[in-house]
């Protein structure tokens, strides 16, 4: 029987090649098995066959993960997944007969309310952003801007083409979507607009990819994180500003303006309703007035409980 490790290789090599699994999430898969390799090694069991590795020893690595490395539910919920998609693979695969990871409870997600930004600081982000006239700055704050007014995440703004943006129909392609998903998002005409400037500007950085550094190669994801914190310091924002939180703003704001759930999922790329209800969840002001909206006349209001009292 081949020891743990190789069967993880084999493991990783299935995700990559058979099922296509993106680099990130192969990346989390090998430190979250990484973490599993060195508790069963510091319990003598490196060498052990699939079989030795029971339920009861899995209870123990979730006991581990709890109480000494101080995992939260987010975490642990990813690390049990990782081994039953692990065990799974190795059943598949007829080395186990059973996963024993099966039975393994994984924590319930924590519901948090995204966080976002109001519209009067999404202005002064784009303020501060346009204060250069150099053809980066011109990039980063369209960059920024793309975000917002489509909602994409910054994993599919940096792999966004040239030839993906149709500018005389107002959309763009987004191809390398989350689980490989295709989407097109309409494009808001002050995006349009600035994206124009863009090309017309700084076309040596919108060739190929369409955000590009000197060198002709896609900007990264850090860099657009390293840029929207600075523009939020210099905009003299008390918060810590992601690009996630520019999607989770332009998906907020829609909902106040009555974009119905099922439209937002399919701007934002949701493969399913679940998770974009957690737009529904939006401030008390919001709220009360939706409820405000009951308001009936009081001519009908009176005849109605005229007629209950008969």
């Known amino acids: 029987m081949q020891p743990i490790q190789k069967l993880i290789d084999e493991f990783m090599d299935y995700l990559m090649v058979e099922l296509n699994r993106s680099p990130v999430t192969c990346r989390g ?3 979250d ?32 993960l709890t109480r000494d490395r101080g995992n939260q539910a987010n975490t642990l919920r990813r690390r049990v997944t990782a081994l039953k998609s692990f065990f ?72 966004i083409h040239r030839d ?35 090309l017309a500007g700084a076309p040596e950085l919108a060739q190929g990819h369409l955000f590009c550094n000197r060198q002709g190669r896609q900007i990264s994801a850090d860099y657009i994180h390293h840029i929207l914190a600075e523009c939020a310091v210099k905009a003299g924002l008390e918060k810590k500003v992601t690009p996630h939180m520019l999607r989770h703003s332009f998906a907020t704001h829609l909902y106040r303006e009555e974009v119905d759930i099922n439209t937002l999922g399919k701007l934002l790329g949701h493969a399913g309703i679940r998770t974009t209800s957690i737009y529904t969840h939006t401030d008390l002001k919001h709220l009360r007035e939706g409820v405000e909206r009951l308001n009936i006349s009081s001519k009908l209001e009176t005849l109605l409980f005229d007629g209950a009292e008969n």
């Open 29 to 31: 898969y090998r430190v």
């Open 88 to 159: 799974n693979f190795l059943v598949d695969s007829e080395y186990l007969e059973k996963n024993p990871a099966e039975n393994l409870p994984s924590p319930k997600r924590p519901q948090k309310h995204p966080r976002h930004l109001q519209r009067e600081e999404i202005e002064k982000l784009f303020s501060i952003a346009g204060k250069t006239d150099t053809a980066a700055g011109l990039r980063d704050k369209t960059a920024l801007m793309f975000i917002y007014y489509t909602g994409v995440r910054v994993s599919e703004l940096v792999h």
């Open 164 to 198: 993906d943006l149709d500018l005389e129909k107002g959309f763009v392609k987004i191809v390398k979507g989350k689980g490989g998903r295709f989407r097109q998002v309409p494009l808001h005409a002050r995006l349009t607009e600035q994206v124009q400037q863009y």
């Open 33 to 64: 098995l990484g973490i599993f390799t060195t508790f069963i090694e510091a319990q003598g069991l490196g060498c052990a066959a699939p079989e030795d590795l029971t339920p009861e020893l899995l209870g123990q690595y979730l006991r581990y």
